[in-house]
């Protein structure tokens, strides 16, 4: 085949089956240019971290300025492109009132991603520094993404916030999505593999490892067997929670209480109260109520135990 034939045939490809971003219709988002945009806005959340040239003191509010700028002119940009792939007829003059609103959030943002860096600092021994964990910690690069992507998500802003995330995604193995509400001290160990659904809600001081889903266990259809949009999907995970590897929570009405350990590999769709351990026992599972200070799911507890109960 000529390439005059395979350049005719794939004109007549994008009439037929679509997928053709048109020039002269609306522009899509970059995602060369959001993949700048996340880069950018982890040197502004860590400024001096990841510049090739040694940061002094000094250079600090410059350095921010010029940051700032670009991200600015970046976000405003990108922004409105989306705003107009939702048909938002205000998009040119909305979208520099959304960049400036969401640039607004990035001290709050710094306080509480401080917060993770701490708890991965706490959580993991194997940790010499808060600078090794900044640099090489993959829950660093996601958890702050996903947070600023979660302003633009709750400003109404479509596309971008998961592009941002996927760019996360990509370099971690770990996707949250940027409808997820996560709170202080949020530390995922090892990264890879994690899937975070949109109405998953996570409390504070929660730990979860590789491998760990908090995923939809069905989705309600419409007439025509379409899945309903906007529906709670996805579990809540309380305060002071550890979740070990591979442990998959389903559901949107799943709900684990405050101060309690998901084992490794455990199959989860359905609520268990707070100070509880939940743990693969041959085929069965195991919750039962957690001892005082019980800091992990090694020991089982005693078969026939007053205090647990096979799902």
Sequence with gaps: MSLDAVQAALLASYEADGGINHLDGVNLPAQESVNTLARDVMHLLFPGY?????????????????????IERRLTAEIEKCLRFARRADAATRAPAIATQALGQFPELRRIIQTDVTAAYEGDPAARSVEEIILSYPCVLVISLQRFAHVLYHLGVPLLPRMLTEYAHERTGTDIHPGARIGTHFFIDHATGVVIGESCTIGNHVKIYQGVTLGAKSFEVDNNGHPIKGVKRHPDIEDHVTIYAHATILGGDTRIGAHSIVGGNVWLLQSVPAHSIVQQKGDNLLVRARRKKEPSVAAPAQAGAADDWVI
């Design 50 to 70: 990841f510049e090739e040239i040694a940061l002094e003191k000094s250079a600090v509010p410059a350095h921010v300025g010029r940051l700032l700028a670009g």
